[in-house]
């Protein structure tokens, strides 16, 4: 018998949409029900290059716009080998953050194209799902404050939220919107039927190359 692959599952969407809530209650719903799933998410802070853009979201270091889209990207890059690794095993991943977030921040950035953005995570192992948790800016906001991290304003996550709209055109890439205004159960219910449905699918295509 040949080791089913797992699924390479991606959840995006703009600060205070709940993404890390939501991973966390799906790898545990899946494993729940017998699935092999593991989370991850990017920004991963903890090698060398996770540090240098760790300091830059903290403000305590400044970095060149199109240095730390690479750095960001180089990241993703870096936990490249294990992220196929782990798929190839037959365990799931389900990943806070990825390349769109990539592209939608800095191409928020003045004077950057989606094109020059999307470049360098070109080929990247291909998300077999992505959800995008919608919430508007409005909404957002009656959750509270943003934090002390830099990109976290009104005015930049709205350019943010236009730039995710543009990339969700792109129909090489499955994305999935989700409704984030609702509760945190019924947000969960949604999103781990599509994740099953994800990982049935996946299980006899091989992973695919993103935006290639
Ligand atoms: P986090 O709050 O989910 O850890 O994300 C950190 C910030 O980094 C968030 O504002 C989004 C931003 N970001 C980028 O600018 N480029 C990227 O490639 C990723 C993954 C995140
Ligand atoms: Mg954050």
Same mark, same amino acid.
């Given at each position: 018998?040949?080791?089913?692959?797992?699924?390479?599952?991606?959840l995006e969407g703009v600060d205070k949409a709940g993404k890390t809530t939501q991973c966390n209650k799906l790898v545990q719903a899946l494993q729940d029900s017998g699935q092999t799933a593991e989370m991850m998410k990017f920004?991963?802070?903890?090698?060398?290059?996770?540090?240098?853009?760790?300091?830059?979201?903290?403000?305590?270091?400044?970095?060149?716009?199109?240095?730390?889209?690479?750095?960001?990207? *180089?990241?993703?890059?870096?936990?490249?080998?294990?992220?196929?690794?782990?798929?190839?095993?037959?365990?799931?991943?389900?990943?806070?953050?990825?390349?769109?977030?990539?592209?939608?921040?800095?191409?928020?950035?003045?004077?950057?194209?989606?094109?020059?953005?999307?470049?360098?995570?070109?080929?990247?192992?291909?998300?077999?799902?992505?959800?995008?948790?919608?919430?508007?800016?409005?909404?957002?906001?009656?959750?509270?404050?943003?934090?002390?991290?830099?990109?976290?304003?009104?005015?930049?996550?709205?350019?943010?939220?236009?730039?995710?709209?543009?990339?969700?055109?792109?129909?090489?890439?499955?994305?999935?919107?989700?409704?984030? *205004?609702?509760?945190?159960?019924?947000?969960?219910?949604?999103?781990?039927?599509?994740?099953?449905?994800?990982?049935?699918? *996946?299980?006899?295509?091989?992973?695919?190359?993103?935006?290639?």
């Amino acid at each position: 018998m040949t080791c089913r692959r797992g699924a390479l599952i991606v959840l995006e969407g703009v600060d205070k949409a709940g993404k890390t809530t939501q991973c966390n209650k799906l790898v545990q719903a899946l494993q729940d029900s017998g699935q092999t799933a593991e989370m991850m998410k990017f920004p991963e802070r903890t090698t060398k290059i996770g540090q240098l853009i760790n300091s830059y979201l903290e403000n305590k270091s400044n970095l060149e716009d199109h240095t730390v889209h690479l750095l960001f990207s *180089a990241n993703r890059w870096e936990l490249m080998p294990l992220m196929k690794e782990k798929l190839e095993q037959g365990i799931s991943l389900v990943v806070d953050r990825y390349a769109f977030s990539g592209v939608a921040f800095t191409s928020a950035k003045p004077g950057f194209s989606l094109d020059w953005c999307m470049n360098p995570d070109k080929g990247l192992p291909k998300p077999d799902l992505v959800m995008f948790l919608q919430l508007s800016p409005s909404e957002a906001a009656q959750r509270g404050q943003f934090g002390t991290e830099r990109y976290e304003t009104t005015v930049f996550q709205k350019a943010v939220q236009q730039k995710f709209e543009l990339l969700m055109k792109d129909s090489s890439v499955k994305w999935q919107v989700i409704d984030a *205004a609702r509760n945190i159960e019924d947000v969960h219910a949604d999103i781990k039927n599509h994740s099953v449905d994800a990982i049935k699918a *996946a299980e006899n295509e091989p992973i695919g190359e993103l935006w290639k």
